[in-house]
C-alpha cells in the first residue's frame, strides 16, 4: 500500500507555489507551476523521510485527509486559498527484486542510451522513471 501525505500548496502573487507537510515538520518544497511544485514535493517528502530514517529518527505517520484538515494552521492557509493535495511517499523497501520484463527492441536501446548519458544504470534509469511517473512529473 503506497502511503500518501496530506499537503498544503500556497501561491503568492509574485513567486512559485509553495507546498508544505503539516505531518511532516520541517519538510518544503516549491515550483514555477502546480505540476512542478507536486512533482518536486514527492522529491522532497522522499528526501526528508530517507534524512529522517538515516539519523534514526521516526518517521511521522500520514493522517487522514480529515484529520489535516482540523488543525488550525491548515484551515487558516485553506481560508487564505491554499490547496491541498496527496504526496505520495516514493520510499525504497532497502532490497532490490528481479523482475523479467518484456519491451520492444528499440525501446530498450532508447532506455540504455537515456541511461548512459545519465550515468545511469538500465534498472536505476528505469526505477527513476517509474517514481517519477507515479509522482506526476512525466
Known amino acids: ?13 509574485d513567486s512559485a507555489f509553495g507546498i508544505w507537510f503539516p505531518d511532516v515538520e520541517g519538510c518544503f518544497s516549491a515550483g514555477d507551476t502546480l505540476a512542478a511544485a507536486a512533482a518536486n514535493a514527492a522529491a522532497a517528502l522522499r528526501q526528508h523521510v530517507e534524512a529522517l530514517e538515516s539519523a534514526g529518527q521516526p518517521v511521522p505517520p500520514a493522517r487522514s485527509l480529515d484529520e489535516v484538515r482540523s488543525d488550525e494552521e491548515v484551515r487558516e492557509s485553506l481560508g487564505a486559498g491554499a490547496l491541498l ?38 534498472s536505476a534509469f528505469l526505477a527513476q522513471a517509474a517514481r517519477e511517473k507515479i509522482a506526476g512529473t512525466v
Open 1 to 13: 500500500m503506497m502511503v500518501q501525505y496530506v499537503a498544503i500548496v500556497e501561491k503568492d502573487p
Open 85 to 122: 493535495i496527496a504526496v505520495p511517499l516514493l520510499s525504497d523497501a532497502g532490497r532490490t527484486v528481479r523482475i523479467n520484463v518484456s519491451l520492444d527492441k528499440g525501446l530498450v536501446d532508447q532506455i540504455d542510451h537515456a541511461a548512459e548519458a545519465r550515468g545511469l544504470t538500465r
